[in-house]
Every structure is written in structure tokens, then in C-alpha cells.
């Protein structure tokens, strides 16, 4: 197993160590690309504000891998989230912990003062965003909190946590917070306050429930139509993926997977899944004659389709005509 040892401190001296040993590029002072001989991806890496700094993974890598954290002298706690494809494993005091999406939606909670390792699931994206925020802060964010009358609770859930961890479900709003990240890239200009955004809002929320859940659930709940909303935004923002499971969508709207798909067909008078599969053929078509494209195989393939036959049999269910009676091929001069 590739083994390697991480110190974050709330600077990127680390990446700099990292990227000599493994012979890993730094991009733009705050991404690291993965090296090829442990896969593809990229971890971005900054401060978000004094005392708080970010880590943002996303990346596939192709032979098992573990990271281990290493001890500190400064107290800090670590927010681990995981939305992973695969199954990934968060040891800590030699307990290992499954975390990613196929497992549960919840957040990791623990200190850095006691040695823990990440493995991630090869073969699989690895999406994880871990947030390190040293005591003193965590005291200030607590204490702004309006109706707040326990700082110590978070420290108190820790010192009984069993294996130095405890985990928290992660609410509907959190959920489509994190998720909001995956869709930016992180080579966009705006990437950096956008994540210190995010990670500010997913402190907030986490703070709120943690310290008092009735206030988390008065001011944060949200309504059904607007839970559906989410759910469709986000299958129309993710039209080149795979359909998501009737689980995941009902998990964003904040309802239970049965009365989502009642309350969806009633607001939106179709399924989720037929909405999605016309938006798609639509998109489908915009593509077919944008010119833009060399063959029906790109397209099928950019669309997330295994197989041509089944995006022509939509196409037809949808048009009425096969997709190639659509497509308009790249002219020669703007390939070149």
C-alpha cells in the first residue's frame, strides 16, 4: 500500500514537501495535481480566514493509498465531509470508519490530536471537502451563535465520542451547499472565495444544529416546494450525468424517498426521472446541431450513455427520428 504522511497546518508549507517527494506539480500556489503513477485529480489547498484552513479532494486514484495524519501541538478540529462514489475508510485510534455517499451523508467530527489515516477507494471519485479550525476559533464561532449558551458542547461530544470521532447527519441544506462545490472548477478565478463561502455557511449550519437543534430546525428548514425545487435544479444542472437514485434527490428535497416522488409528480406533473430523460434529449439535440462535434459518439459518450442504441431509442421516443438525422458534423476547418 502507497503510504504517505500529511501535517495541514492552516498554511500550504505541506504542499511543497508533497510535491518534491512525489513529483507532483503545485498549480496557482493552492492546487496540487495528482501525481500519474497514483492517478488523476487535484487537491486544492488555502486558508479560509486566520485560524481556519480548507481542503478540498477531488480525484480518482488507481492503487490503494493511506494517508496518515500525524499528531499536533496545536489543538484543531477536523470537519471531514464525504461524498465519494466508492467506500472510502477514515481510521482513527485503529478503528476504521466507512464514509462516502454509498454509506451515509453525515459529517466527521474529530480532534487533531490523536492520529488518524484516510483511505480512499480506488477506481472511484473521491470528493471530500475537510475543514481545520483551531480551538480558539471554534470558541468564537460558537459564541456568535444567537441563543447559544453552551461553547463546550462540540468538546464535550468529542471527549465522550467513541474512537475520538462522532459523526452528525448532514442536513438538506449542507447537502446542496457541498454539492454546489462539485459543479465550480476549482481553476476558476472565483473558486477561492466561493469555497471560504461555502465552508463559512457549512460551519454555521453545523454549529447551529450541534449546539441547539430546534433552532437549526426553525430557521434552516425547508419548505417542500422548495425541496423540490432543489431536487429538480439539480437534475438540470447535471444533465450529462446519470440519472441519481430516488434516494439522493429525496435526501436534497429534506423528505422521505416515497412522499418525494408523490409530491414531485404533483408539482411538477411528470416524474423525476421521464423530466430528467426529456431534458436530456433536449440538451441532446442542441448538441446534434450545434456543429460542434465530430461523430455521434462523442455525444453519446459526453451525455453518460454506454451504448449508442440506447441514446438513439430515447432520441426516437422523444423526436421521432433517429439522432443522426439531427446531427451536424464538424466542419474540417474548425477542427483544424
Known sequence: MYRNNQFYCVHPDWQQQYASEYNADILENKILQISKDL????????????????????????????????????????????????????????????????????????????????????GKRTFVLRLFVDQKLMGEFLESIPGNDNYDELKIKLAGAKNGMFSESIDANSLLLFLSIKERSMFEESFHPFIK???????????????????AESS?????????????????????????????????????????????KKEFNDTCKNLFIQ?????????????????????????????INQFSSLYFEKFNKKPIEDFVKKRKEDAE
Not at 203 to 208: C, D, G, I
Not at 279 to 306: H, P, Q, R, W
Open 220 to 264: 434552516h428548514a425547508i419548505t417542500q416546494r422548495d425541496g423540490l425545487i432543489n431536487a429538480k435544479n439539480y437534475l438540470l444542472n447535471n444533465l450529462t450525468e446519470k440519472f441519481p437514485s430516488i434516494s439522493f434527490l429525496a435526501e436534497i428535497s429534506g423528505m422521505s424517498p416515497t412522499k418525494f416522488k408523490i409530491l414531485f
Open 197 to 215: 463561502g461555502v465552508s463559512l455557511q457549512l460551519l454555521s449550519l453545523f454549529f447551529k444544529k450541534i449546539t441547539n437543534p430546534n433552532l
Open 39 to 122: 492517478g488523476e485529480g487535484h487537491i486544492f489547498y488555502a486558508q479560509a480566514i486566520p485560524g481556519m484552513a480548507i481542503l478540498y479532494i477531488d480525484c480518482k486514484i488507481n492503487q490503494p493509498l493511506q494517508v496518515r495524519r500525524l499528531e499536533e501541538n496545536t489543538y484543531r478540529y477536523i470537519f471531514h465531509y464525504d461524498l465519494s462514489d466508492g467506500t472510502n475508510f477514515l481510521i482513527i485510534n485503529n478503528k476504521k470508519n466507512k464514509v462516502g455517499i454509498k454509506v451515509n451523508k453525515e459529517i466527521s467530527v474529530f480532534n487533531n490530536q490523536i492520529e488518524s489515516y484516510f483511505e480512499p477507494a480506488v
Open 279 to 307: 431534458e436530456k434529449m433536449n440538451l441532446a439535440k442542441t448538441m446534434l446541431t450545434s456543429g460542434e462535434n465530430n461523430n455521434l459518439t462523442e455525444i453519446t459518450f459526453e451525455l453518460n450513455f454506454s451504448k
